[in-house]
Nanobody
Framework: EVQLVESGGGSVQAGSSLRLSCTKS??????????IGWWRQAPGKAREAVSF????????KYAASVKDRFAVSVDKAKNTVYLQMDNLKPEDTAVYYC???????????????????WGQGTQVTVSS
């Protein structure tokens, strides 16, 4: 069973940076076979896709609202995916989740139902 644990959230002022981590545990999981997405959910809003990485071929995707401010990366040796968030804005305030799924399940990275395993989330609060 794959388990995902997010960390690195916090309360910061606009313009600050945070780095979120998503660490996976469990057996039978190889980053070559799985894609990882970062999602977020603000109060009263639907969960939205933020970023995506497919370690097998290095493919990366970003939502338009975070492109040029956020960067996703993977450290396979540490079984960890990172989301570097720079120049944070109040509208980035949300609970951030990482999720994973087998590569063959991903047709459109923003399709929430494609993701099979989710972490518990980490809160990011950005004040103006």
């Amino acid at each position: 069973e794959v388990q995902l644990v997010e960390s690195g959230g916090g309360s910061v002022q606009a313009g600050s940076s945070l780095r979120l981590s998503c660490t996976k545990s469990g057996t039978g999981f190889d980053f070559r076979d799985y894609s990882i997405g970062w999602w977020r959910q603000a109060p009263g809003k639907a969960r939205e896709a933020v970023s995506f990485i497919k370690p097998y071929d290095g493919q990366k995707k970003y939502a338009a609202s975070v492109k040029d401010r956020f960067a996703v990366s993977v450290d396979k040796a540490k079984n960890t995916v990172y989301l570097q968030m720079d120049n944070l804005k109040p509208e980035d305030t949300a609970v951030y989740y990482c999720a994973t799924t087998p590569n063959e399940m991903i047709i459109i990275w923003t399709e929430i139902n494609a993701y099979q395993n989710w972490g518990q989330g980490t809160q990011v609060t950005v004040s103006s």
